[in-house]
C-alpha cells in the first residue's frame, strides 16, 4: 500500500484486494428524456456562501445544463467547513434519497478548503476521496471532481495547492474528469479582489462566476452528456 492514497493501482482497494466495480455506469438510452440525478457535495463553496445572488457557482452550472433531452434533477448538499472525511462518511446516506428512482446517478465532489484549516494530513485527504471515488463507481454512479480554488492568504493557499494537485492524481489514476480551478485563479486579479472583500476564502458573485465558467469549460458537458447551452 502506498502512503500517497491508500492504493497500489487504480484497480486494487486500500488493503490491496483485487477493485472490480460490482455496477457499471450507463447513460439511459430509453424513450423520453434521461432522467438523471445529479448530486453536488463538498464544502461553503458549493453552498455559495458569500454570494449575495445566493447561486454560487453550482446553481450557474446547473442553469448551463438544460438540454430538453435531458431531465435534471439537481441537489446541492454542501455543508460549510465539510471536509473529504464528512464527505465520505455522508455521501451515500444523504445521496441515496435523492438517487432514488433515477435512471442515471452523478455525484459531484468539490472539497479541500476545509480539509487545510482541518490540517487533514495529504495521504487521508487522498484516501478520502480515492474512497468515494470509487465507492461511487462501483455502485453505479459517474463521479465528477471541481478542485478547491485559492485562498486569499498563506499558509492556507499553499496547503490547497498542495492538495488541489493531489486530487488531480487521484482523478487521473481513475480517469475520473477533475477541473483545475487553483491554478487559473491563482493570479488573477478580479478573484483575488473578490475574495478580498469577504473571508478570504469564500468569493462574491464575480469570483462564483469564474468558478461556474472553469467547471463549463473543462469538459462539464461531454460527462453529463448534454449539448452546451
Known amino acids: 500500500m502506498t502512503e500517497q492514497d491508500g492504493w497500489n493501482h487504480p484497480s486494487t482497494d486500500a488493503a490491496g484486494n483485487a477493485f472490480v466495480p460490482s455496477a457499471e455506469f450507463h447513460v439511459d438510452a430509453g424513450d423520453g428524456a434521461r432522467d438523471v440525478g445529479l448530486v453536488f457535495l463538498g464544502d ?7 454570494d449575495p445572488r445566493g447561486q454560487g457557482w ?18 446541492n448538499l454542501g455543508l460549510r467547513g465539510d471536509t473529504s472525511g464528512g464527505v465520505l462518511r455522508r455521501w ?8 432514488e428512482g433515477r ?9 479541500g478548503t476545509g480539509d487545510a484549516v482541518e490540517r487533514t494530513s495529504l495521504a487521508r485527504h487522498r484516501l478520502n476521496l480515492a474512497n468515494v471515488l470509487d465507492e461511487a463507481s462501483s455502485r453505479g454512479i459517474a463521479p465528477f471532481v471541481v478542485g478547491p480554488p485559492p485562498p486569499l492568504q498563506e499558509p492556507l493557499r ?30 488573477h486579479e478580479q478573484w483575488h479582489e473578490d475574495l478580498a472583500t469577504g473571508d478570504g476564502l469564500h468569493p462574491g458573485q464575480a469570483g462564483y462566476g469564474l468558478m461556474a465558467w472553469l467547471v463549463l469549460h473543462s469538459g462539464w458537458h461531454a460527462w453529463l452528456g448534454v449539448s452546451p447551452a
Open 58 to 75: 453550482v446553481t450557474r452550472v446547473v442553469a448551463r445544463s438544460q438540454d430538453p433531452a435531458v431531465a435534471i434533477t439537481p441537489y
Open 103 to 111: 435512471a442515471e446517478k452523478r455525484l459531484v465532489v468539490s472539497v
Open 158 to 187: 499553499g496547503q490547497v495547492a498542495t492538495l488541489s494537485a493531489a486530487q488531480a492524481d487521484v482523478c487521473d489514476r481513475r480517469d475520473v474528469p477533475f477541473v483545475d480551478t487553483f491554478t487559473p485563479l491563482a493570479d
Open 92 to 99: 451515500q446516506v444523504e445521496g441515496a434519497s435523492r438517487w
Open 44 to 50: 461553503g463553496l458549493t453552498v455559495g456562501v458569500g
